[in-house]
């Protein structure tokens, strides 16, 4: 579904992504590992158009994308969950839901009813305005808002991350219905754990090259190769 070719990118002269390669097939979780700096959210920012590559392809569902404007790159079908969820603070969950409404695609679109089930939280304060939530419910809208817009792939960039252990296990059952619904999730993270039960494959980043890939079963059961690249 999403495939990235020799992705160079670069912030004024620090050349920030080196060559970056992987692909997602669709219906799958894949997790973009590595540290801090490590380049997740701009691999993730350049898919969605809000960076332009200096070199290199983006392809998605066979359609090159590299250089298009993000909200034609959403129409197609990607959804793109920022780290600073970035939710309208004096609109309540349901006006902040309207906003992400997009026609349906493959024939199904979200409904509130649906996301509510998903998160129950949300349902019980639908006249609450954003900037009166938790950190976890905001999360959660940013989430449901992106889903309103029908995307066949979701970006998430660091989900989990200044969340309780609670709020992290809704997320973390959200993002598996996501997965029993078909749709295709990149999930950039640091937290391992979190993604140890979501992910097929995993792809590790350093220092804004791939270093490893393969089936998260593989990086669970070699401590050493978590040791040397995600280790705090």
Request: aromatic content about 6%.
């Amino acid at each position: 579904m999403l495939e990235i070719s020799k992705l160079v990118v670069a912030y004024g002269q620090a050349t920030i992504l080196q060559g970056v390669e992987f692909q997602v097939r669709q219906g799958e979780v894949l997790a973009l590992l590595g540290r801090n700096g490590a380049g997740k959210s701009t691999t993730l920012k350049t898919i969605m158009g809000l960076l332009r590559p200096v070199s290199g392809h983006i392809s998605f569902a066979g359609q090159n994308i590299d250089g298009i404007d993000p909200f034609r790159i959403a129409r197609l079908g990607i959804g793109y969950v920022p780290e600073e969820r970035r939710i309208f603070n004096e609109l309540t969950v349901m006006e902040n839901l309207e906003i992400g409404r997009q026609q349906a695609r493959n024939g199904h679109a979200w409904s509130e009813e649906e996301l509510f089930e998903i998160f129950p939280n949300l349902g019980g304060m639908r006249a609450r305005r954003g900037g009166a939530m938790s950190g976890g419910e905001q999360q959660m809208l940013t989430i449901a808002r992106t889903l309103m817009g029908n995307p066949s792939l979701v970006l998430l960039d660091e989900p989990s991350e200044g969340l309780s252990p609670l709020i992290v296990e809704q997320m973390a059952e959200a993002i598996q219905i996501l997965k029993r619904r078909g749709i295709t999730v990149l999930l950039a993270e640091q937290n391992l754990h979190f993604t140890e039960y979501l992910a097929d494959d995993a792809v590790i980043m350093e220092k804004g090259r791939i270093v490893w890939s393969g089936a998260m079963k593989s990086l669970m059961a070699d401590a050493t190769l978590q040791a040397r690249y995600l280790a705090v």
